[in-house]
C-alpha cells in the first residue's frame, strides 16, 4: 500500500484531521512528530511541517526520504488577494511561485535559479480529485462546520476557486503590503507561507504534488481578527471533511 503524506502548516489546522485518523502512531524524526494511520484503506503520513518555507521544504523532504509517501497533499488557510474571494471560500492551486524570490540581476524576478522556472506546477489529476470533493464538501458546508460558524464568518455558498497561489517567508497583514502583491503578481489569487517549498521539493523527486487552501482573511489590515477561531471552527473541519471525502471516493 502507497503512503500519502498529509501536510499543514499549524496544529490548530491539523487537529480535526487527526482526531479523524483512527489507530494512529506518533514517530518523531526531524524534530518532528509524524503520524502514520489507515483512514478509508489509505495508508498516511500526517505531518505539521511547521512555518516558512524552510521548515516545510525539510517537512516534505523527510516524507519522501524517510517515509516513502508517493504523493502530498497540503492543506490549511491562507490569505485571499485575488479579486472576488471572501473569507471561507477554497483556494485550489494549480501552481506556486515565491513572491519573496528575487536573485535580479542575474536571474529574472521570481525565477528560482537554476530551474529556469518561477512557477512550479501542482499534479492536475491529483488536483482535480481533491477538488472534486472540495465542491462536495462546500455545497454542504452547514452540515460540516454547524450553523454558528456559517453565521459568524458568513459563509454562505463558499465558492471553490483554481489558480496561483504565491508563498513567502512573511505573513501578509497590511493593505499596503497586499495591494504590491496584487500588483507584482495579478494572477496570484492566495498568498500563504510553504506551498511554493513544497511544490519544488516534489518538482525534485517527481512527487504528485496538490494544495487546497482554505481563505481565512483577506491579506490586510483586518487578517490577524479572529484568525485562531477561524482555524478552529472552520478551515480545520473543512480540511478534514474535504480529505475524508477524497480518500473515501478512491485518492
Known amino acids: 500500500m502507497t503512503s500519502i503524506g498529509i501536510m499543514s502548516a499549524m496544529h490548530e489546522e491539523l487537529v480535526a484531521v487527526l482526531d479523524g485518523l483512527p489507530d494512529k502512531q506518533c514517530v518523531r524524526v526531524a524534530g518532528r512528530d509524524f503520524w502514520l494511520g489507515n483512514w478509508h484503506g489509505h495508508s498516511l503520513v500526517v505531518v505539521l ?8 521544504a525539510t517537512t516534505a523532504t523527510v516524507l519522501i526520504e524517510h517515509f516513502g509517501v508517493k504523493q502530498i497533499v497540503f492543506t490549511g488557510v491562507a490569505g ?13 492551486a494549480h501552481s506556486f511561485v515565491q513572491h519573496d524570490m528575487d536573485a535580479s540581476p542575474l536571474f529574472p524576478r521570481h525565477e528560482v535559479p537554476l530551474y529556469g522556472l518561477s512557477h512550479f506546477e501542482t499534479d492536475k489529476a491529483l488536483s482535480a480529485r481533491l477538488g472534486s470533493a472540495a465542491q462536495t464538501i462546500l455545497a454542504d458546508v452547514d452540515r460540516h462546520v454547524g450553523a454558528d460558524a456559517v453565521d ?9 476557486h483554481e489558480g496561483l497561489i504565491a508563498s513567502g517567508d512573511q505573513f501578509v497583514a497590511d493593505a499596503s503590503r497586499s495591494h504590491g502583491l496584487r500588483q507584482d503578481l495579478p494572477d496570484a489569487l492566495a498568498v500563504e507561507m510553504e506551498g511554493a517549498a513544497v511544490a519544488q521539493v516534489c518538482v525534485d523527486y517527481e512527487i504528485p504534488f496538490a494544495a487546497l487552501r482554505t481563505i481565512s482573511d ?6 490577524p481578527a479572529d484568525f485562531s477561531r477561524f482555524i478552529r471552527e472552520v478551515a480545520s473541519l473543512y480540511s478534514q471533511a474535504v480529505l475524508s471525502e477524497w480518500l473515501r471516493t478512491g485518492a
Open 49 to 56: 511541517s511547521r512555518i516558512g518555507k524552510v521548515a516545510a
Open 80 to 92: 485571499g488577494i485575488g479579486t472576488g474571494l471572501k473569507v471561507g471560500d477554497v483556494v485550489l
Open 152 to 160: 459568524t464568518f458568513a459563509l454562505q455558498a463558499p465558492r471553490l
Open 218 to 223: 483577506c491579506a490586510d489590515d483586518n487578517a
